[in-house]
């Protein structure tokens, strides 16, 4: 079955996490701009890391059979520097105009202060203006309370709430994301938040309609498989295939063409793969022999 990972950090991850996610089916991916750990001083640091992901990234992807697609946003965490914000703010209506990149995000509350907010407000607006959907970050602590005002700052925004993602969902806040009519992203992580098997037991709840799953795996202790790993626990427990394509490929697929940036007949053929390329003069290679498939 060939799978969606709707939100990963590949900028992080290695080739060996490229091949093993190739192997386990994952075909296409979602890497959201985010904070990258150490907090950036210059702005001139974020269009760099703007650059990469449509640039080198998507490239280091194609290189491996995957199809890599980009989110831009200013992250919650680095909106409250002041220093930095306005500036990220000026060079996000040139990068949201770019090829592949199919959504405003992630974006949201991380400690639920003023500017958070004020950014998120002013970033829905930049996603009405560019006619994209957007990606929703909630906070990791005080997600009940994060994830209800989150659903209130876009219910204000008159924006069809279809076109929001709101990510890192748990059993205390799917409901109220489902009714709101926003999709329910759902981050597997080793460990915290959602396992694959509560995954599971949410889908025969809730059903498939609107739910997305991902791996959220970034520079922290993460796992990119645990998308492949949640369809292994869905199998197990006697899911029909068509809801688990639904979650792992459907859904994410048709989230992020409301962008209008997804060719549909071309997502869905396998990438050829031809390690004798170039970006900017370099290539994955260590002097490795190139992998060259249906090229
Ligand atoms: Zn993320």
Known sequence: ????????????????????????????????????GEPRTHVGSFEDYFLSLVGWERFRASQFGIKHLCTMGLNPKEANNPRLAEGVMELLPRYLEKDGVVAVGEIGYDDVTATEEKYLIAQIELARAHALPVLIHTPHRNKK????????????????????????????????????GCWAGHSIYPGTKMDEVRMVALIQKYGAEKIIVNSAADWGKSDPLKVPKTTDKMLEAGLAEAIIKKVCWDNPR??????????MLAIEQDLPIDQTQLHAENSVLRGQSPRVEGA
């Open 145 to 180: 309370a994060g994830t209800e005002r989150t659903l209130s700052v876009i219910k204000e925004s008159g924006l069809d709430p279809g076109l929001f993602i709101v990510d890192h969902n748990n059993e205390e806040t799917i409901a109220t994301t489902l009714d709101a």
């Open 254 to 263: 048709d989230f992020f063409a409301q962008s209008g940036r997804i060719d």
């Open 1 to 36: 079955m060939r799978l969606f990972d709707p939100h990963i950090h590949m900028t992080s991850r290695t080739t060996d996490d490229y091949e093993a996610m190739y192997q386990a089916g994952i075909r296409a991916i979602v890497e959201p701009a985010f904070w990258l």
